[in-house]
Every structure is written in C-alpha cells, then in structure tokens.
C-alpha cells in the first residue's frame, strides 16, 4: 500500500448520494455570505486597482494609447508593501533551513535514524516545490486571513534514466517509476470551501469536510486521472464526456488590462481533432475538478463497509459536478483531514476577524484621497476653470488642449473689449500642501497600526545609535509578525509536521535516496523507522532544533564534562559532542569517522614504582 486509502466497490445509489451531498456542501458554502468578494475586494486593494472612476479610466485609457498629458488618480502603496514585509519575515523564519521541517532527537544513538526523516523529508520537498506553495499559502493568510494547505501521501509517474546499449549506446534510456511522497498544496481560497461551524483551525481535526475547485484541460486531465490511485475505471469514460458547468471555478478579474481568458472555454477540441477519435470518446474542452474531505458515516449513503456506522474519513473526486471518479476510505494514521485552514490573526471572533490587509484598506483608500486631491488641483492649474461668452469666443476654441494655441474672436468681438470674452476664476492651491502632509499622517497611522516601521520595509537606517540599541529596534520591530507566527506554527505546522512524520512511517519504501544537505545516499529502513516513531520531534525555523534539544544546557553541560575526570568516566564526551554536531546539521560527520587500523593507540600508563601504594 503507497497510498492512505482504502478503496470499495460503490452501487450506484452510494455515488449519487454522495455526488448530491458534495455538491450541496459546495453550493451551501458560496450562497451563504460574500466570500469571493469580500477576496476580491482584499485583491484589488493589493494590486491598487480598485478605481474605478470615470476620470480616473479615462485618464488611464489615454495615457495607455499615447496621451501623456493626462494625469491618471494615485493610489498610496500601504497594503502591498505591508503584506510583503509580513511575507519577508514569515519565509525567512520558516523556509531557510533544509529540510523546511527537520527531525531532531534526544538520544544519540537514534542520529541515523533522524538523518533518515530528513532526507526523506528534503527529497518531498523538493520534488513537491513546498517553497513556491508555502509562500503562496503566507501571502495568501496576511491577505485574507485565511489560508490552507493540503497535505497528502501521493504517488506520481515519472521517469528516471538507466544504461541499456540495446535501446542507445549514446543516450540514457527513460524508464516509468512511480515516485510516492508527502505533497503539500497551497488551496485557491477563491475556490476552497470547508466547514465553517468550526474555527479555522479546527477543520482539520473536527470539521466534517474540507475541499477545492481546480480546472484542467482535456489533457491535464487525463494526466491527472493516470496519477489518481483508486479511480472508478467504468466512471472515467462518463467523466470525460461531461460537460463543464462553468459556475463552480472562479477566476477573479483584478487587472483588468491582462484581460484574462476564460478557463471555462479552453481551446475547442472538437474544431481540429480527427473524426476517428471523436466518435470514441466526446471530449470536453476543459473540467472542473472537485476534491472534497468528507467525516462521515457510511450507512448514510448506503455504503457497505466495515465500521459503516462509525466515522470516518472518505475522500471524493467529482468531475463536472456530475461523476464520481474516486471514492476511497482515508486510513491515515494522523485521524485528520488533510486540508489545514489557518488564521495568522485570531482574536476568537473567528470569521469576523479583519486581515492583515484589511487593516490598512481604509487607511490607504483615505490617504490615496489626499493624495488625488492634491493631483486635481494640479489638473485645475493645467486645466483652468473661467467663464466666457459664447457670442464673442468658441467653445472649440476654448476647450483645445494647446498650450500654445491661438484662439479668433468672433465678427462680434470687434471694436469691444477682449477682457469681457474670458473670465478665469483665481486659482489659489492653499490647501494642496496640508493634505499631502495629512496624507503622510495616514501613512504612519497605517504603520503604527500594523506595527510596522522603516525596518520590516528595509528602509530604516542605523544613524547614530549605538549597536545594541539598533539591535534592539530591530528586534520590536518583528514583534507583530512573530505573533502571526506563533498562531501560524501552532495552527498549521504542528499539525502538518505531525501529518509528514507519520505519512513517512506508514507510507515510506525501503530505498536510497541521495541528500543534497548530507551529500550522500542515505539508505532507507522503514522498519527502524517505524520503530523509533515516537522518539523524534519535527523541527522548523520558527521551533528550531536549538529549542527542542536544549543545546545551551548541552554546551555548558560539555564544558564541565571536559573539566572533570570523574564526569568523563560516566559520560562518553566524544559522543556526546558527535550528537550535539548532528542535531545542528552536521549530518554527514559519519564520513570522517576513522576506521578502526586508523584511530590512534590509548597510551599505556606508567606502572606505579615498588612500595608506591596501590
């Protein structure tokens, strides 16, 4: 078994019923409430296109084709530059170490056990891109407050290379392997939808489903299906002939300038493919794919299975809204659902809760305010607002944009005074210069309410303060982030660490894997593995290895065990120093061990002289 699944042959009332009942969670989520735009909004703020002014778009639209004289509305930089110095600091806490999530132990013995999790752990990560979807997933929690992350034992085909002089003599022959490893996935909160009669955090461990939308087209899918363990192979053939609905996948239009395509539309299969092929399978152009998490009770659904009235976890597959391709039991060790939500900012109004972002949208809105009422004053000095007399002068004439044009007078303008044609209002911009400056207040509120300074924005400088005391405004600076943080590590990395650990245990292969950080092959023995499984703790940046095993104690302790004889009967201080260098990742120490012809001889102590007391 490489998956976490149990799979069970399903009648056809059990698949309708649990077809009605998944979409019925689907719908019931994006009817209630705003989500997808309350997202939007958040977005648009971020991106600054969230004018949507006549003048402004008129402005914007000359500028576009060539008319630079026009002077497009400004919106202030507040929400970007704030979310980005909270993604800063999140991924330099969690993601500079490798692995992202290392294992530490307390007992040295169990080293090359540990080096085993880690490799295992680094080879996941890198095959699965966890840095891409983890940042996506921090940028996506301080933008909406929400973000989630899928975490499941996947097996994928791919191909590795091997010597065969039958197939090349010059080139490496491709051979399909199937790679099996932990998958962590950042969810589309446009297109994420869970059990909101629980906090964010408890979906996982005590809401009753968790799922998402993807859209793939006709051959992503296919590919998507070969990879798909489990799968109802009768039901495949009904799922590519149906027909995209179009109204579960949301893609927001924020830029409109990019003026994305519909992923609805796809390329028309149907206008270029062989007829041959056509009349075998009637392909759709693209699918919307539901993945959903479900606690259930299988009786409900007519479900024969053992344990049908307790429980469990079952994980569904949905094309189109309309056919079941996978229905399987989750057997997981960990008891969770494999999508973690999390909420870097709780307060226990759960849902209510404003996010980073959405903190400072008022305050950005305000000061891009000040900011374009200065800018229409600039506009009234280009453009200047007067009286005239339509009688005397033209309203072309009038209305040019010419700097330098010279404008006729009509017939009945002569022998008259040109003064009475034109009348200019003064134009006096004395209030142009205090809104800039309450502009730049705003700004600072926006600070101050994020807890921000010129340091998380890399702008701030040491003058001249002291080291320490830099040291230490560096150091309050992070106080807001470390708190979003805590609330990340406790709501979504203890859960997902505890998830990796025990996939590997029960999932993982004998094998060799090669370990970039230990630069080596370490050999994989599932069964000591399984052995040790409660002897290890999941380490990352934020609980790094330090914390866990105590190396300040361990230092100190070191430096009186080489001070005393008597310690140093008791204690072993070679391998207690081998040990203390692993836990803080000198993995591969085993390649400089001496073999035995090679370690020096222990000098022999002098014998005692005759009559010296024994």
Known sequence: MTTPAAVFPLSKLSQQSLLKFSNNLFDNYYSVGATREQLLDVDCAYQREANLGVAHLEAKAAN????????????????????????HYLSKVFLTGNPIFGVVTAKAELDNTAAMYDAILEENS??????????LFFRDGLKYNLHGLEVDWKSISTFNLVTDTKFSATEGKPKEVIW????????????????????????????????????????????????????????????LESSNPGNSYYTPLINAQTNPPSHQDGNNWASWVTE??????????????????????????????PGSNSAQIWKLVIVNK?????????TNAHNNLNIVIGQPLEDGLNYQTKSFAQNAIPLQDAASAMLNASLNSKRRMQFDRLLYN????SHEAINSANPIARIPVRNSAYN???????????????????MLQEMGLLVNFADKLQGINASNLGQFTKGNRTLSEYEDVRGNSDGRFQTMALFIEAQVFVPVKEMLKLNILQYATDGEIFSREQKKLVTIDTLTLRKQAVEFKVSDGFLPASKLISTEIMQVAMQVIGSS????????????????????????????RRVPMQQPQQPQQPAPPLGAPQ
Request: aromatic share 10%.
């Open 64 to 87: 576009r084709y060539g008319d630079k004289s026009r002077i497009q509305d400004q919106t202030v930089p507040i929400v970007m530059p704030q979310v980005e110095a909270g993604v």
């Open 126 to 135: 890198i095959r699965g891109g966890w840095i891409r979807q983890l940042n």
């Open 180 to 239: 099996s490893g932990n998958v962590i996935k950042r969810l589309d909160m446009y297109n994420t939808f869970f059990d909101t009669r629980v906090a964010p955090a408890d979906v996982s461990s005590k809401g009753e489903f968790a799922g998402y939308v993807e859209m793939h087209g006709r051959v992503a899918f296919k590919q998507f299906v070969q990879n798909l363990d489990g799968v109802m192979k009768e039901n495949i053939k009904p799922a």
């Open 276 to 305: 041959g092929a056509r009349t075998r399978i009637n392909y759709s152009d693209s699918y919307e794919v539901m993945t959903i998490y479900v606690r259930l009770l299988p009786s409900d659904f007519a479900i024969r299975v």
């Open 322 to 330: 309309a056919v079941v391709i996978l229905a399987e039991r989750q």
């Open 390 to 393: 339509p009688s005397l002068v």
């Open 416 to 434: 008259s005074k040109l003064s009475d044609a034109v009348y200019p209002f003064p134009y006096n911009d004395s209030a142009s210069q205090g």
């Open 565 to 592: 004889p008597q310690l140093q009967q008791e204690i072993d201080l070679v391998g207690l120093f081998i040990h203390f260098l692993k836990s803080q990742g000198a993995k591969e120490l085993d390649q400089f």
